[in-house]
Every structure is written in C-alpha cells, then in structure tokens.
C-alpha cells in the first residue's frame, strides 16, 4: 500500500516526502486515516521512531492531524496544487567591451590607495574586535559622522552638527529616504536633462515629479514651480550631464523659494571635490540649513563598490528621521563605517582625493587637446569643475550621429539628449564627455582622427 | 573703503568671504562696481594675484561679473538671505539598561564566530585585493547567491535558481524593492499582528495596507481579499509575535488566492533557522515559486550589524528588477558579501546556526521553567520554532499591569496587544517571550519571584 523505498539515509525525511507528496497530488485524501505507526513501521521495515517522526513532521506542518485514540486523519489541502519544477534558466546580457567608455565610469582602480584602505580594515578588524557585531544607529556611526563633519569643516568650509548626518548605503537609498520624510504629497521638481537614476529614484518612491529645464544658470525652476512644486533637487555646483553652475543669484532665488513653500532643496554636490582648478565652489546649505539637505556619495571619490552616502538634513526633517527610523538599524555595515571614518580622519581620503585631481586634471586635458582637432571650441560652461564636460559638434547631422561615429571606433558616448527625461529644446548635437573611468593612457592613446 | 584684515594664511579666501560676506548682507549693492584689482591690491597690501584669485572665486559662483574693458560688478543677490546660525544641539534619549530585555534582543555576541568571521575577512582582503572595488551587480555578488542557494538546498530542501536571488542591505530595504517591484497600486496584506517595521517599511514605501488577523492557523486574509489585496505578506513558519504556524491546508488556500489575483506572496522566513525541534517547516516557496517571494535575513543569525537579507524573486518580478535596477550597484559591500558567501560555503555558517539553536534551547528552557512558577501553562502554539513565545497571564488585570510588574523588576517586556496594527480582540494578557537576545546566565538567575 505505501509502496516507498526507505534505504536511503535520511528514512524519516523520506517517508515523510513520500506521504507529503501523495497527500499533495491527492493520491492520499482529506480526512483518509493514515495507518499505524507500528502498522506502518512493520511494512516499511523501518523502526517505529522513524514513522513517529515524519508523522510529527506532517503534523507541524498541517498535512495531518492526530485525534487521540483513533490516529492520523489527512487534512483538507486544496487539489491542484503541486511542486513544480524550479524556473527555466535566466539570460543574461554579455556587456561589450569599449577602447573608451565616457558613459559609465568609476575611477581608475589603480588610484586607489588599496594598501593603506586593506591596512585600516585589518585595524579596525583587531581595534573593534566584536565590537563590530553591534547594532549601528540607522542615522550611522558616530566616529564617521564625525569625520564627515570635520572634512565638511575642512574642505567645503561648512559647520555641521554630525548629529544631523545620516549615513546611508549610496545615494539612490538616501533619495528614497528624503521622499519618506518629506511625503508623497509634495511634488519634487528634478533637473531636465540629468541622471536618469535620481528621476527614477524619485518615481519609484511614489513621488510626483516635475521638471526644471537646464540653462547657462542651471536648474530653472520656474515651471515647476507654477505646477506647485516644493521640493528642488539641484546640482548647483556642477550640473550633470550639461555642467551648468548655478550663480549665486538664481541660488538665493531658488532658497527663497522653497522656504515661501515650505518646501525643500536637495543639493546634490556628487563630484564637488573635483573642482579640478579653484576652490570648491560654496554651497547653498551653508546658506540655508533649515531648508536645504545636502547630499554627497563615496562613489566618486573612492570606489563605486564602496556604497556609502551622506545627508545633512535640516533639523525639522531629522527630527522626524528619528521617529521613522530611529528603532532601525544602519544599512551600512559596521566595518566600513569605521575604516571609512580612519581613513577620513587620518588625512587619508584628502590626500587621495588630491591625487585624483591631478590625475583627472591630465585625463581631461588630454581629451580637450586631442578634441582641438574637431571643430568644437564650445566646452560648455568648462567651470572647472567635476569630471565631465560637454562638447558640440554643430556640424554633426544628428545626435545618432555623433554616437555611431564614436562607437565605430570603440567609444561608448551618450549626447545631452540622452539624458532628457522630458522633451526639451537646446541640447541638440552636444556630446557629453565624462572621463570620470578614462585613464591616462587611455585618453592619450585615444585615436579620434578616423572619426572625421 | 575695504576694511579687511587679511593677516592670515589664506589671504585670498578670507578676501573673498569678505567681499562674499558683504554682498550677502547687502552692503555692497547689486550693480556695484569693485575696485580695480591693482587698486584693492595696493589698498589692502596684498599680492594682485590675492585679488585675481578672490575675484575669480566670486566670478564662478556667480557672485559678480565681469564686462571687458570695465571691470567686475555685483549680480543680483536677493536681500534678506544670509548666513544663518548652525541649528541647536539635539536632544539624544538614553538607552536605559534592562535585567532582560525581551524585546529589542540580538544574538548574544559572545556566541559569534568572531574569530573565524575575522580569519575569513583577512583571506577575502589578501585573495581578492583590488577586485573588491570593482562594481557589485545590483542583485548582489554571484559567489554569494551561490553560497545562499546552495544553503537553502541543503538546508530547507529547496532548489533555487541562483540568478532569481537578490541580495539587499536587510529586510526593510528588499520590502520597499518589493513595493517598487509590484506597485503601489495594489493592495498589501500584513499580518495584524506583527513586527511594526514591516507595516511601517510597506506603508513608508507609500503602499497601501489591508491587515490579516492571525489566528491558531495564521494568518486569515478573508477580509484583506475581500478589500481586494493582492501581496501577502506572511511569516507562515513562525508568526512573530503570536508564533502560529500556517498549516499546509492555509497555505494552499492562499496561494491559490494569490495566484487568482495576478498578486504574490511574501514569505518572510526571518528565523526559520530557528527551529528548536525538528526539521524547519516546508517552505511555501516550493509549492509555488512563481507567485512566493521568498524573503530572509541575516540579523538573527548572524549580527544585526550584519545588514544583509535576500530575496528569492519569481522570473517575472526578476526581469522587472533587471530592467529597473539592472544598471545601479548592489547598496552590500563586495566585501561582506565575499566573506559571507565564504562563510556559507565553508560550513562555519550552519555550524554556528547548530551552536546557537543548542545554546536557544537551553535558554528556552530556562525560561519555561521559571515561567512555570506562574499559572501560565498556554505557551500558545509552542511549535518548537523560532526564538520567542508567548505567556498568556489569564489572572491579570491588563497587559499594562502585566508590563509594569515586569519592569518593576528590571524585565523589558511587550504584550501581544503592542504588536497590534489596529485594533483586534482576543490578544490580551499574553506577554511576548523574545529570547533572541538573552544569554543563558540571563535567564538561569532570572529572579521571577519578586513579581507575584
């Protein structure tokens, strides 16, 4: 009757499969009584424990249940439900390789100071010990807040009380973060063009988007704001993909509006360190702290593996960060935080940050000398800053154009265009060049003349 | 006319924060002209270099313009914006320190394989040296949801397909994934009751809630269906706080209702590991893999420092992943991922889960022992799973008493009501007894006595 071969190792788990699977596929139905345990035993040729134990196991699990005195009684388990077979085998699409690749760069790995980063790990590893294992603030830990205010101090002169920074695990988090604290009622206006990645970060948090076109002066939020817009996320120190910077005016402006909206600005200073010739430029929440958040990522600066950002939030929202999320554990692991926080303080990250500069300072000249043989003398609003410039070949024919041409020489090249979220005149045949992955050799071995 | 004094080191920034300083505060009009620079020079006793520079710093942030021939002048500032005082300090709350704490507990650190955990780190550091900064997919590192599926093979007896695993930063990130996955426009049932965090991370997310009362079989999702929900969000293995199980003929039912819905099923398996006696409980998974998101996290296994979780995504919800968030970065660093994924392979992860479900069982143990002083003898549904149950105190006046005389004597304690998403009858007087983060001297010299 129970026709199961029992003779591998684990008889109890088998048994308990076998029966399990004939309840499954109704072979054994509801309400059916199983045989006795020693009944079954005997036929089986298997000790009386091990029946005992898959018939415990299909109890807990609710395939039978036990009436005392008379035995197991099948439960009721709806027919037409089976095991099936596991899903067919994914595709996944091979990525092609690029002599240059201006789209998608991370920073040279070569330039990472890799054996200074692997001696703080082993520190922090025998410094903290189990330490490590304990539960981090959601906010982040505090010797790497710390650190971060004291570089803010330092290197973009602005003071900022550590207990407003939240820590989070990259940039993309950190958006979906602000669209919980600030609502899904509020309507947040992006910059058009710009990263695809934090329109989508927005959209995918529920939140309604309007769009601020990009001009000489940056973000204008004029439209949006008709819409009712009140929340502003701007790039104002270098905008991408158009690298705009926003003047000091159309700053003031756009501070003033959100604060008559109660509303918002993110300032999103993701490549604020290289301003490759001058200062940084000043930021707008050195200006407003109680309106503006001021975001920044580790991506850029060290390595995009590394999935570390940063918030300052105004006091107002970060009171309300702690009522969300103050029970909630940091995403960020422990271990990072802190020899992130060692390599902050000890002098580390700026002296790499320095070189980085300097390395990207001959990357990009480089490029603009090799693109001196085109006809394009209009590197759009070359502020200096940030590692990306763009470039207009007005005598293209078309935005496809310019990037069949480059990809007929290996170089991946996205356009202005490329990075409308809505339709928007004046970004018309301008390529984007972001050396950001480019190395040296790369850009000097560049070889553009058969593009012509 | 200039009255700074720039005895400093950095002549031209204090210069420029001068001149900043002023136009700000309004004391240098818009339209203004400013000084020739060999004039300011030679008035302030500073290099014209100084001047040059401290002019071109207010040129790129648009603080001034320049007109060929005629010199620089001031752009338009809005009045009334100026640099404000950083906030006030914020009031952190102290931790109080509790006897035993059944309520936020973690693992004992004491029992993690620190040093394994640490010998594993230093390997990863050594064997994958710089490839530890290259870009993580976004679903996680191949080597880990290998380890994982290999894991969930051997020990929950399912076969997963590795390319269908998302690894996140802990569970509250992959529940909003999942809201981004599926939609706001659907209907979430969550069990009522249940952890706040997973209301809080779905209704955060901006879906909308329906709740599941749970009763000696579950969750019941009658009146959620009947308000039209379409994700169930279940822990079928162990409700937490109740403890239910779901037996195999509700889980049957609602996958049969998920898949009529076009909807899905989260089964949330946080500490499935953790059953004390007995084989773990059949995953619904298994049963249905293309309508089951499989959902698990490491903070009760391992540390909750450790902020890793996965998913197992049906093919359908894995290609919108890919095509959403294909091109960002996995938010876990490689690094963790490496060394957990070589934790798993190497057998220290299911050797340290067998030390803990000991070590558990000897807790709980203790536990139900000193509990059986009281007249308290329905520990509702001790399935022999998880790392809690419950205490029903049918003689006492009200949870709230039941909580005071706890604390009275050092015990953090919830009641069943606490967890309730809304208000729902029939969980009163029971206290949660949450394990997790007692050690066994904890419980052995836990002094019940002085509470009757």
Excluded at 328 to 345: D, I, Y
Excluded at 369 to 380: G, R, S
Aim: glycine share 8%; with cysteine; proline share 6%.
């Amino acid at each position: 009757m129970y026709p199961y071969d029992l003779s591998g190792r684990n008889k109890y788990y088998t048994l308990y499969e076998n029966l399990r699977g004939d309840i499954l596929r109704g072979k054994i139905k509801a309400g059916e009584k199983l045989p006795g345990k020693r009944t079954l035993a005997k036929e089986l040729g298997v000790s009386v424990v091990t029946v005992q134990t898959a018939y415990d196991q299909l109890l807990a699990e609710g395939y039978i249940n036990s009436k005392e005195r008379s035995g197991y009684f099948v439960c009721p388990v709806e027919v037409g439900l089976r095991e099936r077979p596991s899903a067919p085998p994914l595709q996944e699409v091979e990525k092609p390789e690029y002599s240059a690749d201006f789209v998608s760069g991370s920073p040279p790995a070569k330039l990472f100071p890799f054996a200074s980063w692997a001696k703080l790990m082993r520190e922090v590893l025998s410094d903290c010990g189990e330490h490590l294992l304990e539960r981090v603030p959601c906010a982040g830990d505090d010797e790497l807040k710390s650190a971060i205010s004291d570089y803010l101090y330092r290197a973009r002169g602005i003071s900022v009380d550590p207990r407003l920074i939240v820590v989070g695990a990259g940039a993309e988090h950190l958006y979906g973060v602000i669209v919980q604290l600030i609502g899904r009622d509020k309507l947040y206006a992006v910059e058009n063009p710009c990263y695809r990645k934090i329109y989508q970060a927005y959209s995918l948090n529920g939140a309604r988007c309007a769009f601020m076109p990009v001009g000489e002066d940056g973000a204008d939020p004029t439209a949006a704001a008709a819409q009712g817009a009140a929340v502003f996320h701007v790039s104002p120190a270098h905008q991408f993909p158009t690298g705009a910077v926003m003047p000091a005016g159309a700053r003031a402006r756009l501070i003033n509006l959100a604060e008559k909206r109660g509303g918002y600005i993110v300032e999103d200073d993701y490549d604020s360190e290289f301003r490759l010739f001058g200062k940084p430029l000043q930021n707008m929440y050195a200006l407003c702290p109680d309106r503006v958040i001021y975001i920044n990522t580790f991506s850029k600066t060290l390595a995009p593996s590394m999935r570390m950002g940063y918030m300052v939030l105004p006091p107002e929202l970060y009171k309300r960060y702690k009522e969300l999320f103050g029970h909630n554990s940091s995403a960020v692991p422990l271990f990072e935080q802190k020899t992130l926080a060692r390599m902050m303080a000890g002098g580390t990250f700026e002296r790499h940050i320095n070189r980085l500069k300097n390395y990207y300072r001959g990357v990009r000249e480089a490029l603009t000398e090799k693109l001196k043989a085109f006809d394009c003398p209009h590197y759009c609003r070359d502020s200096g800053g940030g590692l990306h410039f763009t470039a207009k070949f007005s005598s293209a024919p078309s935005d496809e154009f310019i990037k069949e041409k480059a990809l007929a020489v290996g170089i991946n090249l996205k356009c202005l265009s490329d990075y409308l979220l809505a339709p928007c005149a004046g970004f018309e045949k301008t390529a984007v060049i972001n050396y950001s992955g480019i190395t040296l050799e790369a850009a000097e071995s560049l070889d553009l003349s058969r593009i012509k």
